[in-house]
């Protein structure tokens, strides 16, 4: 029997290669002689970068740019001699906040932008933008006006290039932009279909876990409207166009990037389907499955080469909700949470990876038996 294991990381408490090693544990606990295959997947979320470096040895460029509050922090992005890989996370991500009060408003991308700048001076002719992650929600303004972009406003005041600066926008300028960012192709990777605008777009569905009071939540979608009204390109409806606080929108619109699903590009980039060839059973999983698995995640992405080929997945989580309406749309072989009737969430945490390694074993038995 052969195993191809598929899983991303569970936030907070294992890496996918260490999700993958505890499944290989729970796999051999059943037979030892069954071939297991490891291909820790990421969604083009945080994360992402990481397994990329791994996969490909990729060099890492460390600089100091500015964080969400345009305070300064080290960073990295990823690249080789032709093609960069930037994690938007790395500069402008909800993780760099940790103990310090979220303020939504005020967030900024100017320090992916800042990434994006040194990866273009060292020449680079394509770069992956990964934007899973961000406390941002300014449109991508912050990314642009590094890059040299030149913005008005409405009142001839400073531009803030925030989720609160984009309310008084009223022109932008790219006389003064960097000169390479025409000859450079942009491809950007995202774990959401979100539109800009709207009760599903960035403001009103990702706002709230940045900080957003339900008065800033009115202020941020008035900021992306009047940024979708300055533009005026159409891009806001785009799926994805929502990513990151509206980065996905920002990158269309200031860079000419091209929007792809997180999971099928790392998929590409990874050879997943040559990997499937001759498996029995892939296990994939993720550290929460829920209603937004669905729209992008590893676990979907996973759920569609499987179905199509006829292969059985089985997934491992560490939380599992409104479990059976996702399972009418992946079509699981079986769904093993780790925190159930007898397990706590923290329990679960602190013990994630003997429980990856027990509910893999579970998965597994049941799945020989049903083959007897």
């Given at each position: 029997?052969r ?7 569970f ?10 090693a ?5 796999i ?16 083009g ?7 990329l470096q ?29 093609v960069a ?7 402008s991500?909800?993780?760099?906040l ?8 005020e ?6 932008g ?17 934007i899973?992650g961000?406390a941002?929600?300014d449109?991508g303004?912050?990314?642009?006006k590094?890059l ?8 001839s005041?400073?531009f803030?290039?925030?989720?609160a600066?984009t ?6 300028s790219?006389?003064?932009?960097h000169p ?6 942009f ?9 800009l605008l ?35 390109n159409?891009f806001?409806?785009t ?27 790392v ?18 999983g ?15 992405g996973v ?9 059985p997945?089985g997934?491992?989580c ?5 479990k ?6 992946i079509k699981?072989?079986?769904?093993r949470p780790?925190?159930?009737k007898?397990v706590?969430?923290p329990?679960?945490m602190?013990?994630?990876?003997q ?5 893999t074993e ?11």
């Open positions: 029997m195993i191809l294991l598929a899983p991303d990381k936030k907070k408490t294992l890496s996918a290669n260490e999700v993958c505890a499944m290989t544990e729970g051999q606990a059943v037979d030892s002689s069954i071939e297991v295959i490891s291909q820790p997947l990421a969604d979320g945080e994360g992402t970068s990481d397994l791994k996969a490909f040895g990729l060099h890492k460029v460390e600089l100091k740019v500015a964080d969400p509050f345009f305070q300064p922090i080290d960073a990295y992005y990823l690249k080789n001699e032709k890989f930037i994690e938007m996370a790395n500069a991500g909800l993780e760099l940790i103990g310090r009060e979220l303020k939504a408003l967030a900024t991308t100017f320090g992916t800042e990434l994006i700048e040194h990866a273009l001076d060292q020449g680079v002719e394509e770069i992956y933008l990964m899973g961000s941002t929600n449109g303004t912050g990314m642009a590094a040299g972009y030149t913005f008005s406003t409405s009142d005041s400073a803030s290039a925030t989720g600066g309310l008084k926008l009223d022109s932008i790219n006389n003064d932009i390479r960012i025409a000859e450079v192709k491809i950007v990777l995202c774990d959401v279909q979100n539109p709207g009760e599903n777009g960035a403001s009103y569905v990702y706002g709230p876990q940045k900080g957003a009071t339900d008065e800033d939540l009115v202020e941020l979608e008035a900021g992306m409207q009047t940024l979708a009204k300055v533009l005026d159409g806001e409806n799926p994805g166009a929502g990513a990151a606080g509206g980065l996905g929108y920002g990158a269309m619109s200031f860079l000419g990037a091209e929007l792809k699903p997180g999971i099928q590009a998929m590409e980039m990874t050879g997943f389907e040559q990997k499937m060839e001759g498996v029995d059973l892939i296990i994939t993720e550290g929460k499955m829920d209603l937004q698995t669905v729209e992008g995640k590893v676990i979907a759920s569609e080469v499987a179905n199509e080929s006829k292969i997945f997934v491992v560490g939380l599992a909700e409104h059976e309406q996702v399972q009418s749309q699981a072989y079986d769904i780790l925190v159930n007898e706590t969430v329990e679960a602190a013990n994630a990876y429980l990856v390694k027990e509910r579970e998965l597994v038995r049941s799945f020989v038996t049903s083959r007897a």
